[in-house]
């Protein structure tokens, strides 16, 4: 268990729905990350948060859309997906300080169909 | 941007044997280099870091070595248990902005054979 907690771990969904993936941590962290994992690709960077100010979008679609609360909380909302955009999304988490690692939660598996 | 390259993408062993993980990155602005382990159903979880100021560093039957100079960094893993067999990540980064900016390599699949 690394502390940060993602729900649901897993998700299916027509390219019509609008779902939405959460991520929580209460490791006093100040950044976090929105992660894309698919197969035999790197570990995709999508977005970050500091302090709950986005400071990185990689260049990501607009049918991803997230929302940074509070400095524990995260979410990615999803709408009119692609087959494509199936994979496993990691929510990640770190401190504010230098040369440290960041805390991935388990993931959510999305499917779209 | 930073480029990590990571090799193999499979490795096999024989348990007991070592098993050997290479990673290169192109941005010298990088000087905190994790290693993740990640199991079935499960997200990256940190084994061991480095940083730039080290050459070397070792915890039980993990070590892991940087040389800065070429840009290389490696895993090495000795006595391999089954347990081992999982998916293993390089990653590079530099703190940037408040946060650490990672770059991750593609992972190696090791399967520790009993």
């Known amino acids: 268990e690394t502390g940060v907690t993602q729900t649901p771990r897993h998700l299916v969904m027509g390219m019509t729905n609008k779902k939405s993936l959460k991520c929580e941590q209460h490791l006093g962290h100040n950044a976090m990350y929105w992660y894309k994992q698919s197969a035999k690709k790197p570990l995709e960077l999508m977005f970050v948060y500091n302090f709950k100010e986005q400071t990185e979008n990689n260049s990501v679609p607009s049918r991803f859309s997230p929302e940074c609360p509070n400095s524990s909380h995260l979410f990615l909302h999803l709408h009119t997906l692609q087959p494509e955009d199936s994979a496993l999304y990691l929510c990640a988490s770190s401190p504010g300080n230098m040369n440290t690692e960041a805390f991935f939660g388990q993931g959510t598996r999305l499917t779209v169909v | 941007g930073e480029n990590v390259e990571q090799h193999p993408s499979t490795l096999s062993v024989q348990e007991g044997d070592s098993a050997v993980i290479k990673c290169t990155y192109s941005?010298?602005?990088?000087?905190?280099f994790p290693w993740y382990k990640q199991e079935l159903g499960k997200g990256p979880q940190l084994i061991i870091d480095?940083?730039?100021?080290?050459g070397e560093k070792k915890d039980q039957r993990i070590a892991v070595t940087l040389n800065k100079t070429a840009k290389h960094f490696s895993l090495h893993i000795t006595e391999t248990q089954p347990e081992d067999s999982a998916v293993y990540f390089c990653a590079a980064s530099y703190y940037s902005g408040g946060y650490q900016k990672v770059t991750f390599g593609t992972g190696t699949k090791l399967q520790v054979i009993p």
């Open positions: 941005d010298s602005a990088s000087n905190y």
């Open positions: 480095i940083r730039s100021n080290v």
